[in-house]
């Protein structure tokens, strides 16, 4: 399984951005697509998970009401749209797959793949 994440870039404050990620391989029909954050000096957290199959979801409370995440399964691609960005989203962001599928975890270790991430900076 492969994973690749593009769409990050610098932003202003308030703005939007929207960032991809495409999985291709022995991916399954099932699996669960994550989004991971890690800022300088900070410890990977996570951001959002869609399940392919069901469409069901799970945010962060800190990007809840601000980052949506959705699916395009004939393209195996996940979408974290992220609007009324702020400094503190200045991180590199990494999607993960996780094959099993059976919960729309928030736990890293859950997750069996991942791809090779993504900065995205806001400035003031």
């Known amino acids: 399984v492969q994973l690749q994440a593009s769409g990050g870039g610098l932003v202003q404050a308030g703005g939007p951005l929207r960032l991809s990620c495409t999985a291709s391989?022995?991916?399954?029909?099932?699996?669960?697509m994550g989004w991971f954050r890690q800022a300088s000096g900070q410890e990977r957290e996570f951001v959002s998970a869609?399940?392919?199959?069901?469409?069901?979801?799970n945010y962060a409370d800190s990007v809840k009401g601000r980052f949506t995440i959705s699916r395009d399964n004939g393209k195996n691609t996940v979408y974290l749209q992220m609007n009324s960005l702020k400094l503190e989203d200045t991180a590199i962001y990494f999607c993960?797959?996780?094959?099993?599928?059976?919960?729309?975890?928030?736990?890293?270790?859950?997750?069996?793949?991942w791809g090779q991430g993504t900065q995205v900076t806001v400035s003031s």
């Open positions: 993960a797959l996780d094959t099993s599928g059976y919960y729309v975890s928030r736990t890293r270790y859950t997750y069996e793949y």
């Open positions: 869609i399940a392919r199959r069901s469409g069901a979801t």
């Open positions: 391989g022995r991916t399954g029909t099932s699996y669960t």
